[in-house]
């Protein structure tokens, strides 16, 4: 059984910065991606950040140069660097594993709320 535990959320002033973790067990953590997807209230659950088990990276142009993702495989965590955040960040994130290198997500986290205020 997969389990996926973020923790790091919290609540930033604009332009603040947070660190988010995802900590993976129950499946061989390094041949898999990880990703990160947000959901704010009353919004549709939307994508943020992906990063293949070969630390290739990919991002939401929303977060482009002001997210970066990352994976320590000998940890079996993966991080969401967040910079100069924006009320609009403002959301549940979640992180996922796919159970493949480049497949669907299947495993996903419980979530952890990051509030940014103005």
């Known amino acids: 059984q997969v389990q996926l535990v973020e923790s790091g959320g919290g609540l930033v002033q604009a332009g603040g910065s947070l660190r988010l973790s995802c900590a993976a067990s129950g499946r061989t953590f390094s041949r898999s991606d990880m990703g990160w997807f947000r959901q704010a209230s009353g919004k549709e659950r939307e994508f943020v950040s992906r990063?293949?088990?070969?630390?290739?990276?990919y991002y939401a142009d929303s977060v482009k140069g002001r997210f970066t993702t990352s994976r320590d495989n000998a940890k079996n965590t993966a991080y969401l660097q967040m910079n100069s955040l924006k009320p609009e960040d403002t959301a549940v994130y979640y992180c996922?594993?796919?159970?493949?290198?480049?497949?669907?997500?299947?495993?996903w986290g419980q979530g952890t709320q990051v509030t940014v205020s103005s």
């Open positions: 990063i293949t088990w070969t630390g290739n990276t």
């Open positions: 996922a594993q796919s159970a493949t290198t480049g497949g669907k997500f299947v495993y």
